[in-house]
DNA sequence: GAGTGGTCTAGACCACCAA
DNA sequence: TGGTGGTCTAGACCACTCA
């Protein structure tokens, strides 16, 4: 009789087995973000399993935003260069609910080196290079966020300035047409600050107005940490907005 | 031939009829909070659907929290008593990640009645009967959260100080055992805002000191909204968590 | 061992889209 | 009209729980 222990202790499901074997082929590059991949038939012989299976690994990959399916299409790896999820990790909307227009003011950008901390957060060695980004976003004019930004310089090597400054606000949709990583999910953590004097005047407000500051780790395919950010928002007339189920 | 322009416009799936329905046994009391429902296979008898039609509404379910399927046990209804899921809509935590001990305070619970504003959010009649409670939320002794609860008084029939009172911090566990009602999700609205005279006093504070203002609707099975509720909390030691995919 | 949910298959048919 | 994803079925077998 066969010793079933390991395979019991080993079992994965093989629409998981499949589900890593699409995600290796995102990160590989071979479909880039936009693509349509293969049919779920085509996929189904190259992986010999049947088409259900191949069905619950895309399945999973869409529910996660990773990719996107079309009836009638096809499949396509999700992009953030689309219209209509541009902003898609910014949750900050007005009060009354109005579209509004956003400017990307950069105040600095320059290189510096991870203490402990960015590099536990950012998964990096103490000393490792980064990239350190200052820039204000106005909405229809008036500035409402400070963003504080945050890279490994390794897998950004080449940004500078200019490219940050290029960008309309989107700096997820640069990273992913400049460098090639996508993000697929962030953690956020939200605080009510006071402002401290250089950022109250940036934003034009007293010392001690009430921020909302989000602290933010976004993550590329496989749950790798590719940025920090910390925004302090005036939120006299927008609100963070989050669904709870 | 049949024409089918009729059923192509009105066509909805299968699986998806079979979730109404589960719906509606749910809203019927049929199954309670806490309970078995029947197997797979007998609902797959029950509706003369498939077995794999039954899953996918169950499954459907089962990611919206509304129910919970237990390998080898069986599919139950999600409850808010249930160890473990407690304070499930409560995102707030210590900046150090430790278990906290939760103490509710009764300020206040009075009945009054609904202006324009608060008919809209709730779904009621200008002038309908409401509930209001004012409680203090400590965390391991220490005054965190100032909350203000609205209630239609309608459905929370008899509810009083004592009931408010009697409950270990989650209204929700409370709502479902007293009153049969389940909060299902809730959407939140974030700011930061200046503590004000009596909020500052309730929660030792000067007047001015960053609060996180979390503005929240909560509904019950069919999407109707059951709650309102304001809660300013001292974030100086916690944060609130949220993930964005 | 009986009962439950979980996985996997093979195949039929439907809805949607583009050429 | 052909290709894509979407639905539905029927049946086999696996993993988990509990008496």
């Known amino acids: 009789m066969i010793d079933e222990t390991i395979n019991s202790a080993s079992f994965r499901p093989l629409y998981d087995q499949i589900k890593v074997l699409l995600t290796q082929s995102l990160i590989g590059g071979e479909w880039r973000p ?3 991949i293969p049919s779920e038939i085509e996929l189904a012989a ?6 259900g299976t191949v069905r619950k690994a895309v399945d999973a990959l869409a529910t996660e935003n ?9 499949t396509f790896v999700a992009t953030h260069k689309a219209e209509g999820i541009k902003l898609r990790f910014l949750r900050l909307t007005s009060a009354d609910g109005q579209k509004e227009v956003l400017e990307n003011a950069l105040l600095s950008c320059k290189r510096s080196k991870a203490n402990s901390h960015f590099a536990k957060v ?3 060695k103490v000393g490792a290079p980064l990239i350190e980004v200052k820039r204000l976003l106005s909405f229809s004019g008036i500035p409402l966020i400070y963003d504080h930004i945050i890279l490994p310089a390794t897998p950004f090597k080449g940004i500078n300035a200019n490219r940050v400054e290029e960008n309309h606000g989107s700096m997820y949709a640069m990273y992913e047409s400049q460098f090639g990583i996508r993000m697929i999910r962030a953690e956020e953590s939200l605080k009510a600050v006071a402002a401290e004097t250089e950022v109250a005047e940036a934003l034009g407000l007293k010392i001690g107005f009430p921020l909302l500051s989000i602290k933010r780790v976004a993550y ?5 940490p590719m940025e920090w950010r910390l925004g302090l928002c005036v939120t006299d007339n927008h609100h963070y907005m989050n669904e709870l189920e």
Chains 1, 2 share one sequence.
């Open 34 to 36: 936009g693509e349509m």
């Open 46 to 51: 190259r992986f010999k399993v049947s088409q």
């Open 66 to 74: 990773i990719l996107i399916r079309r009836q009638g299409k096809g």
């Open 122 to 124: 950012l998964d990096l």
């Open 220 to 224: 590329t395919y496989g749950d790798r």
